[in-house]
Structure formats: C-alpha cells, structure tokens
C-alpha cells in the first residue's frame, strides 16, 4: 500500500458484492464534498481543479455543454459493447467509447474540469486495460463500465458551482 494510505487508513470502503449504483454516487458525493484539497507527499501525479481565474469561463461552459451532449452517444458504445463484448462488432464499439472517453479525460484537464478529469482519467486506463486485456472481462467488470458511465453523466449535470469546489482528498478502498 502507499505509504499514506498504511498511516492513516482508508476514509471510506464498499463492499463490491453489495454496492449499488445509489450507494456509490452517494460515497463519492460526500467525498467529493470535503473540503480537502487533494496532494501527495510522494511526487505522484495529482489532479487539482485550476484556479477559476486561470481557465476562460467559457471554455468550461463549452467543455461541459459538449460533454453532456456526448453522454448519449457514450452510453450507446457502452451498451452495446456490454451486450456481446466477445464480438467483433462490439469490439469497436469499445474502441469507440474508449476514445470518447479518452477525448474527454484530456479536454476535461485542458478546461479546468478536475472532478470529470480525475473520473474519466481512472475510466481511460480501465478501457485502456480491458482491451489490451480481454481476459479480464468478467460481469463485474461489465456492471462497472456501465455504472462509470452512469456516474459520469451524473457529474456533468452537477452545477458549475458543484463542480469548481476545491477537490478533496478522496481515498476509497
């Protein structure tokens, strides 16, 4: 374990086998609500939201307006790749969710969006995994595609104020 986590301990855990959707938007919410902002003492990346006077408004209304419109679109891959994903057909589909989400990660950062960067970043490397790993693909790992989704079209219709609240730190086993 890293070595912050071995001090202090987790701050919140979920059991896989009896999450639910509701019950992990409602952890991350009241994680996302503290007021702490996040960083590390051992030089690993971090993901901080830019200074709002740094980021063209905007450029922020503009990310999320385009981002929610996605949405759909996003959903539509994650389906139907969810539906047969030992298909050929199903196979571009993930290839086409991976580079939306992939798309949205990069511009998520570039627009002062670190809520929906930190989400899609950790979303991007589990597709990214997933296809150079097809072995790896399990019910599970179906249910928590489909609930990332859910859970990013959820954040994007959070309000400007929600979203540009200092990150906290947020550790979740």
Same mark, same amino acid.
């Given at each position: 374990l890293p070595p912050e986590l071995t001090s202090t301990g987790p701050i919140s855990h979920l059991l896989k086998s009896d999450c639910t959707? /509701?019950?992990l938007l409602r952890t991350i919410q009241d994680l996302l609500s503290s007021q702490t902002a996040i960083g590390t003492? %051992? *030089?690993?990346?971090?993901? #901080?939201a830019a200074p709002t006077g740094l980021q063209p408004p905007q450029m922020y209304r503009q990310f999320l307006t385009e981002a929610l419109a996605d949405i759909p679109r996003i959903r539509e891959h994650c389906f139907a790749y969810i539906k047969a994903p030992a298909s050929p057909a199903s196979l571009q589909h993930l290839d086409n969710l991976y580079q939306r989400i992939h798309f949205l990660s990069a511009n998520a950062g570039q627009a *002062?969006?670190?809520?929906?960067a930190l989400l899609t970043n950790a979303f991007d490397a589990l597709l990214s995994e997933i296809k150079v790993k097809p072995s790896w693909i399990t019910p599970s790992v179906l249910q928590t595609i489909a609930q990332a989704v859910d859970?990013? %079209?959820s954040l994007l219709k959070s309000t400007e104020a929600e979203l540009e609240q200092p990150? /906290? #730190?947020v550790r979740v086993l």
């Open positions: 959707f /509701p019950m003492d %051992g *030089g690993n990346d971090q993901v #901080q *002062g969006c670190a809520r929906v859970c990013l %079209g990150m /906290p #730190q």
